[in-house]
Protein backbone atom coordinates (compact mmCIF):
# COMPACT_ATOMS: atom_id res chain seq x y z
CA UNK A 1 0.00 0.00 0.00
CA UNK A 2 2.67 2.69 -1.14
CA UNK A 3 2.17 6.45 -0.42
CA UNK A 4 1.50 8.62 -3.76
CA UNK A 5 3.71 11.25 -4.39
CA UNK A 6 0.18 13.79 -3.75
CA UNK A 7 -0.65 12.55 -0.48
CA UNK A 8 2.93 12.53 0.79
CA UNK A 9 2.72 16.06 -0.23
CA UNK A 10 -0.64 16.33 1.61
CA UNK A 11 0.54 15.18 4.79
CA UNK A 12 3.67 17.26 4.44
CA UNK A 13 1.68 20.54 4.17
CA UNK A 14 -0.35 19.62 6.41
CA UNK A 15 2.40 19.26 9.22
CA UNK A 16 4.36 22.38 7.56
CA UNK A 17 1.24 24.57 8.12
CA UNK A 18 -0.23 23.22 11.39
CA UNK A 19 2.83 22.54 13.34
CA UNK A 20 6.05 23.48 11.92
CA UNK A 21 6.83 19.82 11.28
CA UNK A 22 9.33 19.47 8.24
CA UNK A 23 8.92 16.12 6.62
CA UNK A 24 11.76 15.82 4.44
CA UNK A 25 11.33 13.85 1.05
CA UNK A 26 12.09 10.42 1.23
CA UNK A 27 10.37 10.36 4.68
CA UNK A 28 7.12 8.39 2.95
CA UNK A 29 8.19 5.50 4.77
CA UNK A 30 7.31 7.14 8.39
CA UNK A 31 4.01 8.48 7.01
CA UNK A 32 2.94 4.88 6.18
CA UNK A 33 4.52 3.37 9.37
CA UNK A 34 2.54 5.99 11.56
CA UNK A 35 -0.75 6.68 9.52
CA UNK A 36 -1.44 2.99 8.98
CA UNK A 37 -1.94 1.83 11.99
CA UNK A 38 -4.16 5.03 12.76
CA UNK A 39 -6.68 4.44 9.63
CA UNK A 40 -6.86 0.80 10.54
CA UNK A 41 -8.10 2.08 14.05
CA UNK A 42 -10.19 4.53 12.53
CA UNK A 43 -12.05 1.75 10.25
CA UNK A 44 -10.90 3.34 7.90
CA UNK A 45 -9.19 0.60 6.26
CA UNK A 46 -6.48 1.95 4.15
CA UNK A 47 -4.09 5.35 4.17
CA UNK A 48 -5.30 5.76 0.63
CA UNK A 49 -9.00 6.28 2.33
CA UNK A 50 -7.56 8.32 5.59
CA UNK A 51 -6.29 11.08 3.16
CA UNK A 52 -9.23 11.36 1.14
CA UNK A 53 -10.62 11.44 4.34
CA UNK A 54 -8.92 14.45 5.48
CA UNK A 55 -8.88 16.06 2.14
CA UNK A 56 -12.67 16.46 1.81
CA UNK A 57 -12.86 17.65 5.43
CA UNK A 58 -11.79 21.04 7.20
CA UNK A 59 -9.29 20.33 9.50
CA UNK A 60 -10.52 18.81 11.92
CA UNK A 61 -10.14 16.14 15.01
CA UNK A 62 -9.12 13.06 12.39
CA UNK A 63 -6.09 15.98 11.21
CA UNK A 64 -4.93 16.57 14.93
CA UNK A 65 -4.82 12.51 15.42
CA UNK A 66 -2.82 12.75 12.25
CA UNK A 67 -0.36 15.40 13.77
CA UNK A 68 -0.31 13.95 16.75
CA UNK A 69 0.74 9.94 15.69
CA UNK A 70 2.99 11.91 12.94
CA UNK A 71 5.24 13.40 16.11
CA UNK A 72 8.04 11.91 17.67
CA UNK A 73 7.65 11.75 21.57
CA UNK A 74 10.59 10.38 22.31
CA UNK A 75 12.11 10.85 25.90
CA UNK A 76 13.52 9.82 28.73
CA UNK A 77 14.17 10.88 32.32
CA UNK A 78 17.18 13.09 33.28
CA UNK A 79 18.02 12.48 29.15
CA UNK A 80 21.94 13.41 28.51
CA UNK A 81 22.11 14.07 32.83
CA UNK A 82 24.20 16.73 32.32
CA UNK A 83 22.14 19.31 31.73
CA UNK A 84 20.67 18.39 34.98
CA UNK A 85 23.54 18.07 37.14
CA UNK A 86 24.42 21.83 36.27
CA UNK A 87 20.98 22.54 36.87
CA UNK A 88 21.76 21.07 40.49
CA UNK A 89 25.08 21.76 41.23
CA UNK A 90 25.04 26.04 39.64
CA UNK A 91 22.00 26.89 38.32
CA UNK A 92 19.48 26.35 40.80
CA UNK A 93 21.84 27.44 43.72
CA UNK A 94 22.32 30.55 41.94
CA UNK A 95 18.03 30.90 41.07
CA UNK A 96 17.32 30.36 44.85
CA UNK A 97 19.69 32.94 45.71
CA UNK A 98 18.30 35.88 43.13
CA UNK A 99 14.68 34.70 43.57
CA UNK A 100 15.21 34.90 47.37
CA UNK A 101 13.12 38.39 47.56
CA UNK A 102 10.35 37.25 46.04
CA UNK A 103 10.45 33.28 46.66
CA UNK A 104 8.97 32.68 43.24
CA UNK A 105 10.54 30.38 40.70
CA UNK A 106 8.80 29.71 37.08
CA UNK A 107 9.98 27.01 34.89
CA UNK A 108 8.68 25.94 31.73
CA UNK A 109 9.08 22.69 29.38
CA UNK A 110 8.08 23.66 26.02
CA UNK A 111 7.82 20.00 24.46
CA UNK A 112 7.40 18.12 27.33
CA UNK A 113 6.25 14.96 25.36
CA UNK A 114 5.18 12.02 27.94
CA UNK A 115 6.60 13.65 30.88
CA UNK A 116 9.95 12.58 31.92
CA UNK A 117 11.39 16.21 31.21
CA UNK A 118 9.03 18.08 33.50
CA UNK A 119 9.34 15.39 36.01
CA UNK A 120 13.04 15.06 36.15
CA UNK A 121 12.78 18.57 37.26
CA UNK A 122 10.55 18.17 39.48
CA UNK A 123 12.02 15.13 41.30
CA UNK A 124 15.35 17.14 41.13
CA UNK A 125 13.80 20.24 42.67
CA UNK A 126 12.21 17.94 45.40
CA UNK A 127 14.99 15.97 46.15
CA UNK A 128 17.67 18.55 46.55
CA UNK A 129 16.14 21.99 47.48
CA UNK A 130 13.90 21.40 50.68
CA UNK A 131 14.55 25.16 50.47
CA UNK A 132 12.10 25.79 47.85
CA UNK A 133 9.26 24.78 50.34
CA UNK A 134 6.91 27.65 50.76
CA UNK A 135 8.10 28.63 47.90
CA UNK A 136 5.69 29.84 45.02
CA UNK A 137 6.69 27.28 42.24
CA UNK A 138 5.52 26.67 38.86
CA UNK A 139 6.65 24.20 36.77
CA UNK A 140 4.37 24.51 33.45
CA UNK A 141 5.10 21.59 30.97
CA UNK A 142 3.36 21.83 27.42
CA UNK A 143 2.59 19.94 23.92
CA UNK A 144 0.77 19.67 20.81
CA UNK A 145 0.03 16.58 21.30
CA UNK A 146 -2.71 15.86 23.14
CA UNK A 147 -2.56 11.42 23.46
CA UNK A 148 1.38 12.52 25.18
CA UNK A 149 -0.22 15.57 27.34
CA UNK A 150 -2.98 12.88 28.35
CA UNK A 151 -0.18 10.08 29.37
CA UNK A 152 1.93 12.25 30.99
CA UNK A 153 -0.59 13.54 33.11
CA UNK A 154 -1.61 9.85 34.51
CA UNK A 155 2.32 10.08 35.39
CA UNK A 156 2.15 6.28 34.86
CA UNK A 157 5.21 4.61 33.14
CA UNK A 158 6.15 1.04 31.15
CA UNK A 159 9.04 -0.81 32.29
CA UNK A 160 11.21 0.42 29.37
CA UNK A 161 10.21 4.21 30.39
CA UNK A 162 11.24 3.18 34.00
CA UNK A 163 14.53 1.73 32.97
CA UNK A 164 15.42 4.68 30.92
CA UNK A 165 17.86 7.09 32.94
CA UNK A 166 15.72 7.36 36.12
CA UNK A 167 17.79 6.39 38.99
CA UNK A 168 16.82 3.13 40.48
CA UNK A 169 17.03 5.26 43.93
CA UNK A 170 14.23 7.81 42.90
CA UNK A 171 11.91 5.12 41.53
CA UNK A 172 12.19 3.18 45.09
CA UNK A 173 11.24 6.51 46.42
CA UNK A 174 8.50 8.31 44.49
CA UNK A 175 6.55 5.46 42.40
CA UNK A 176 4.69 2.66 43.19
CA UNK A 177 4.02 -0.19 41.00
CA UNK A 178 0.25 -0.02 39.98
CA UNK A 179 0.43 -3.52 37.89
CA UNK A 180 2.92 -5.99 36.18
CA UNK A 181 3.92 -3.02 33.88
CA UNK A 182 3.19 0.03 34.84
CA UNK A 183 4.52 2.26 37.93
CA UNK A 184 2.68 5.44 38.73
CA UNK A 185 4.52 8.85 40.12
CA UNK A 186 3.23 9.70 43.10
CA UNK A 187 1.02 12.97 43.42
CA UNK A 188 2.81 14.77 45.19
CA UNK A 189 5.55 15.11 42.27
CA UNK A 190 2.93 14.88 39.65
CA UNK A 191 0.93 17.83 41.34
CA UNK A 192 4.21 19.88 40.68
CA UNK A 193 3.52 19.85 37.13
CA UNK A 194 1.12 21.85 35.02
CA UNK A 195 0.11 20.41 31.83
CA UNK A 196 -1.03 22.39 29.00
CA UNK A 197 -1.79 22.07 24.97
CA UNK A 198 0.21 24.87 23.25
CA UNK A 199 1.66 24.64 19.56
CA UNK A 200 4.99 26.21 19.32
CA UNK A 201 4.31 27.59 15.89
CA UNK A 202 1.51 29.63 16.94
CA UNK A 203 1.60 32.82 18.84
CA UNK A 204 2.25 32.32 22.57
CA UNK A 205 -0.68 32.97 24.75
CA UNK A 206 -0.28 35.01 27.71
CA UNK A 207 2.23 34.05 29.69
CA UNK A 208 4.49 34.91 33.09
CA UNK A 209 8.58 35.15 33.11
CA UNK A 210 10.56 32.09 32.98
CA UNK A 211 13.49 31.53 35.25
CA UNK A 212 14.18 28.47 33.33
CA UNK A 213 13.14 27.51 29.68
CA UNK A 214 13.36 23.50 28.03
CA UNK A 215 12.83 23.37 24.92
CA UNK A 216 14.92 20.41 23.96
CA UNK A 217 14.65 17.89 21.00
CA UNK A 218 11.96 19.75 19.03
CA UNK A 219 13.46 22.64 17.34
CA UNK A 220 15.04 19.70 15.36
CA UNK A 221 11.64 19.14 13.26
CA UNK A 222 11.51 23.09 12.32
CA UNK A 223 12.42 24.90 9.42
CA UNK A 224 14.89 27.99 9.98
CA UNK A 225 12.27 30.07 9.98
CA UNK A 226 10.42 28.89 12.42
CA UNK A 227 13.34 28.18 14.69
CA UNK A 228 13.66 31.91 14.22
CA UNK A 229 10.10 33.19 15.16
CA UNK A 230 10.47 30.55 17.89
CA UNK A 231 13.23 31.77 20.02
CA UNK A 232 11.58 35.35 19.50
CA UNK A 233 9.16 34.40 21.13
CA UNK A 234 10.76 32.73 24.09
CA UNK A 235 13.10 35.78 24.37
CA UNK A 236 9.69 37.60 25.50
CA UNK A 237 9.19 35.32 28.27
CA UNK A 238 12.55 34.30 29.39
CA UNK A 239 13.87 36.21 32.42
CA UNK A 240 16.46 38.31 31.68
CA UNK A 241 18.55 36.49 33.81
CA UNK A 242 17.01 32.87 33.09
CA UNK A 243 18.49 30.11 31.24
CA UNK A 244 16.93 28.56 28.08
CA UNK A 245 17.98 25.39 27.27
CA UNK A 246 18.16 23.31 24.05
CA UNK A 247 18.55 19.72 22.93
CA UNK A 248 22.38 19.00 21.85
CA UNK A 249 21.78 19.23 18.67
CA UNK A 250 20.11 22.40 18.52
CA UNK A 251 21.52 25.97 19.24
CA UNK A 252 20.41 29.56 18.88
CA UNK A 253 24.12 30.02 17.37
CA UNK A 254 23.44 31.82 13.11
CA UNK A 255 19.45 31.95 14.46
CA UNK A 256 18.84 34.73 16.86
CA UNK A 257 22.29 36.59 18.09
CA UNK A 258 20.22 38.28 21.04
CA UNK A 259 21.20 34.90 22.89
CA UNK A 260 24.44 34.21 24.65
CA UNK A 261 25.76 31.02 25.08
CA UNK A 262 26.51 30.24 28.36
CA UNK A 263 29.13 26.99 29.13
CA UNK A 264 28.83 25.28 32.24
CA UNK A 265 30.73 22.34 32.24
CA UNK A 266 29.43 19.97 29.69
CA UNK A 267 26.34 21.65 29.50
CA UNK A 268 25.79 24.98 27.15
CA UNK A 269 22.69 26.91 27.62
CA UNK A 270 21.61 29.82 26.57
CA UNK A 271 21.38 33.83 28.06
CA UNK A 272 20.09 37.09 26.49
CA UNK A 273 22.66 39.26 26.18
CA UNK A 274 22.43 42.23 28.56
CA UNK A 275 21.56 45.04 25.94
CA UNK A 276 18.57 43.10 24.77
CA UNK A 277 16.94 41.49 27.32
CA UNK A 278 13.77 42.85 28.44
CA UNK A 279 13.86 45.41 25.46
CA UNK A 280 12.27 43.66 22.48
CA UNK A 281 8.72 45.22 21.02
CA UNK A 282 6.88 42.73 19.46
CA UNK B 1 37.89 -0.62 31.93
CA UNK B 2 36.86 -3.14 33.14
CA UNK B 3 33.52 -5.44 33.06
CA UNK B 4 32.38 -8.46 35.39
CA UNK B 5 29.22 -9.83 34.11
CA UNK B 6 27.43 -12.65 36.21
CA UNK B 7 24.32 -14.06 34.54
CA UNK B 8 23.68 -17.63 34.48
CA UNK B 9 22.08 -17.25 30.58
CA UNK B 10 25.18 -17.30 28.51
CA UNK B 11 22.96 -15.43 25.52
CA UNK B 12 22.46 -12.83 28.45
CA UNK B 13 26.37 -12.45 29.31
CA UNK B 14 26.78 -12.20 25.41
CA UNK B 15 24.00 -9.39 24.87
CA UNK B 16 25.29 -7.68 27.64
CA UNK B 17 28.75 -8.21 26.70
CA UNK B 18 28.59 -7.27 22.94
CA UNK B 19 26.45 -3.65 24.34
CA UNK B 20 29.59 -3.04 27.06
CA UNK B 21 32.11 -3.80 24.44
CA UNK B 22 31.09 -1.69 21.88
CA UNK B 23 31.63 0.95 25.05
CA UNK B 24 34.93 -0.04 25.15
CA UNK B 25 34.74 -2.46 28.02
CA UNK B 26 36.86 -5.45 28.62
CA UNK B 27 34.71 -8.24 29.44
CA UNK B 28 34.65 -11.08 32.16
CA UNK B 29 32.15 -13.22 32.57
CA UNK B 30 30.86 -15.64 35.68
CA UNK B 31 27.68 -18.21 35.46
CA UNK B 32 26.60 -17.12 39.34
CA UNK B 33 27.57 -15.51 42.60
CA UNK B 34 30.65 -18.25 43.74
CA UNK B 35 32.12 -18.05 40.18
CA UNK B 36 31.87 -13.97 40.56
CA UNK B 37 33.11 -13.73 43.86
CA UNK B 38 36.69 -16.15 42.44
CA UNK B 39 36.55 -14.03 39.17
CA UNK B 40 36.74 -10.73 41.51
CA UNK B 41 40.10 -12.29 43.13
CA UNK B 42 41.09 -12.64 39.82
CA UNK B 43 40.53 -9.79 37.90
CA UNK B 44 40.97 -7.20 40.45
CA UNK B 45 38.58 -4.48 40.70
CA UNK B 46 36.27 -3.98 37.84
CA UNK B 47 34.78 -0.79 36.81
CA UNK B 48 31.58 -2.27 36.52
CA UNK B 49 30.06 -5.14 38.15
CA UNK B 50 26.19 -6.41 36.31
CA UNK B 51 24.63 -9.02 38.45
CA UNK B 52 21.39 -11.16 37.26
CA UNK B 53 19.38 -12.13 40.80
CA UNK B 54 18.05 -15.78 40.22
CA UNK B 55 21.03 -17.93 39.66
CA UNK B 56 22.22 -21.77 40.65
CA UNK B 57 24.41 -22.02 43.61
CA UNK B 58 24.94 -18.26 45.11
CA UNK B 59 22.22 -15.90 43.87
CA UNK B 60 23.22 -12.46 42.76
CA UNK B 61 21.69 -10.66 45.98
CA UNK B 62 23.84 -13.10 47.88
CA UNK B 63 26.77 -12.42 45.93
CA UNK B 64 25.65 -8.62 46.40
CA UNK B 65 25.65 -9.30 49.88
CA UNK B 66 28.99 -10.80 50.03
CA UNK B 67 30.98 -8.21 48.39
CA UNK B 68 29.63 -5.55 50.01
CA UNK B 69 31.13 -6.84 53.24
CA UNK B 70 34.19 -6.78 51.98
CA UNK B 71 35.55 -3.21 52.52
CA UNK B 72 38.43 -3.49 49.47
CA UNK B 73 35.30 -3.59 47.79
CA UNK B 74 33.62 -0.40 49.02
CA UNK B 75 33.52 1.57 45.70
CA UNK B 76 33.11 -0.94 43.51
CA UNK B 77 29.53 0.00 41.24
CA UNK B 78 27.61 -3.25 41.29
CA UNK B 79 24.14 -2.91 39.15
CA UNK B 80 21.43 -5.68 39.18
CA UNK B 81 20.51 -6.82 35.66
CA UNK B 82 17.11 -8.70 36.60
CA UNK B 83 13.86 -9.79 35.89
CA UNK B 84 12.78 -8.87 39.37
CA UNK B 85 10.59 -5.62 39.16
CA UNK B 86 9.10 -5.43 42.68
CA UNK B 87 9.33 -2.37 44.41
CA UNK B 88 10.41 -4.08 47.75
CA UNK B 89 13.28 -6.22 45.54
CA UNK B 90 14.74 -2.80 43.88
CA UNK B 91 14.47 -1.79 47.33
CA UNK B 92 16.32 -4.48 48.89
CA UNK B 93 18.98 -4.57 46.22
CA UNK B 94 20.03 -1.18 46.80
CA UNK B 95 19.65 -1.34 50.69
CA UNK B 96 21.83 -4.18 50.51
CA UNK B 97 24.93 -1.83 48.22
CA UNK B 98 23.27 -2.44 44.57
CA UNK B 99 24.00 1.53 42.93
CA UNK B 100 21.98 0.72 40.04
CA UNK B 101 19.13 -1.21 39.05
CA UNK B 102 17.87 -2.79 35.46
CA UNK B 103 14.92 -4.38 34.73
CA UNK B 104 15.16 -7.18 31.69
CA UNK B 105 14.28 -6.76 29.06
CA UNK B 106 16.10 -3.74 28.62
CA UNK B 107 17.81 -1.99 25.33
CA UNK B 108 21.35 -1.07 24.42
CA UNK B 109 20.35 2.58 25.16
CA UNK B 110 19.04 1.60 29.28
CA UNK B 111 22.46 -0.01 29.70
CA UNK B 112 24.18 2.96 28.36
CA UNK B 113 22.01 5.53 30.56
CA UNK B 114 22.56 3.38 33.30
CA UNK B 115 26.08 3.66 32.99
CA UNK B 116 26.11 7.29 32.78
CA UNK B 117 24.04 7.62 35.98
CA UNK B 118 27.22 5.67 37.86
CA UNK B 119 29.65 7.67 36.31
CA UNK B 120 31.02 4.89 34.11
CA UNK B 121 31.25 5.42 30.52
C1 LIG C 1 11.38 14.20 20.82
S1 LIG C 1 10.15 14.91 21.88
C2 LIG C 1 11.18 15.78 23.03
C3 LIG C 1 10.74 15.58 24.47
C4 LIG C 1 11.65 16.18 25.53
N1 LIG C 1 11.73 17.62 25.42
C5 LIG C 1 13.03 15.59 25.47
O1 LIG C 1 13.98 16.27 25.11
O2 LIG C 1 13.17 14.41 25.80
C6 LIG C 1 9.48 16.19 20.86
C7 LIG C 1 8.11 16.70 21.28
O3 LIG C 1 7.83 17.92 20.59
C8 LIG C 1 6.44 17.98 20.36
N2 LIG C 1 6.18 18.96 19.27
C9 LIG C 1 6.41 18.83 17.95
N3 LIG C 1 5.99 19.93 17.29
C10 LIG C 1 5.50 20.78 18.22
C11 LIG C 1 4.92 22.08 18.15
N4 LIG C 1 4.74 22.71 17.00
N5 LIG C 1 4.50 22.65 19.32
C12 LIG C 1 4.66 22.00 20.50
N6 LIG C 1 5.20 20.77 20.62
C13 LIG C 1 5.61 20.17 19.49
C14 LIG C 1 6.07 16.56 20.01
O4 LIG C 1 4.70 16.31 20.23
C15 LIG C 1 6.98 15.74 20.95
O5 LIG C 1 6.31 15.37 22.12
Known amino acids: ?282 | MKALIIDDSRTMRMIIGRILRELGFEIHEAGNGIEGLDRLREIGQPDITLVDWNMPEMTGFEFLKAVRAQSEYDSMKLMMVTTETEMNQVANALDAGANEYVMKPFTKDVIKEKLSLLGVA
Open chain 1, 1 to 282: MALSRNDFEYVRELLRTECAIVLEPGKEYLVESRLCPLAQRLGLGTLDALIAKLRREPVNGVHRQVIDAMTTNETLFFRDLHPFETLKKTIVPELLQRRAPARTLRIWCGACSTGQEPYSIALLLRDNFPQLFGWRLQLLATDLCRDVLERARTGRYNQLEMNRGLPASMLVKHFAKVSADQWQLREEVRSMVEFQEMNLARAFPPMPSFDLVFLRNVMIYFDTETKRAILARIRRVLAPDGYLFLGCAETTLNLDDSYETVTLGKTMCYRQKAATAGAQTF
